[in-house]
């Protein structure tokens, strides 16, 4: 494990050592029903323009396709223009462009008005799955706990 943590490790370093211009990147994308707050894992200003990456252990998918990258895109053209939106996948030194078109990020970025819009009117119930639950940031106080239990 420790060799496998080494080589991520070293990786991630070397992309990001690179050469090219290194971007801090804290942006506030404004929706109707409020702002979201999106900060990419790496925003770099390359020869062929920024590119913003997500940087991801484990091997590509078959297909990287989260809601997310509606986000990277969108906050990337507010604060950028136009950029490329990348997934690196530090296990297997693999980067996988995440093109979307106007459509599917106006689509997915619906989804985040949504929420927010039933977030703010209390209606918002927490819906409980094996997948993504663990990786949820509310994990441990997640009221949507079966049996209205508070204790795991």
């Known amino acids: 494990y420790r060799e496998a943590a080494d080589g991520i490790i070293g990786r991630a370093i070397t992309r990001r050592s690179s050469g090219a211009e290194i971007l801090d990147a804290d942006w506030q994308l404004v929706r109707p029903n409020g702002r979201i707050r999106v900060r990419p894992d790496h925003v770099e200003n390359g020869p062929e323009g920024p590119i913003i990456r997500r940087l991801r252990t484990g091997k590509p998918p078959k297909n990287v396709n989260d809601d997310l990258y509606a986000l990277y895109h969108a906050a990337a053209a507010q604060e950028l223009g136009n950029a490329k939106v990348e997934a690196l996948f530090l296990t ?61």
């Open 92 to 152: 297997t030194d693999e980067v996988v462009p995440v093109p979307m078109s106007e459509k599917v990020i106006g689509n997915r970025l619906q989804k985040y008005d949504n929420a927010i819009a039933g977030i703010r009117a209390g209606h918002f119930p927490a819906s409980p799955d094996e997948r993504t639950c663990p990786r949820c940031p509310q994990y441990f106080i997640c009221p949507g706990i079966p049996g209205e239990s508070s204790e795991f």
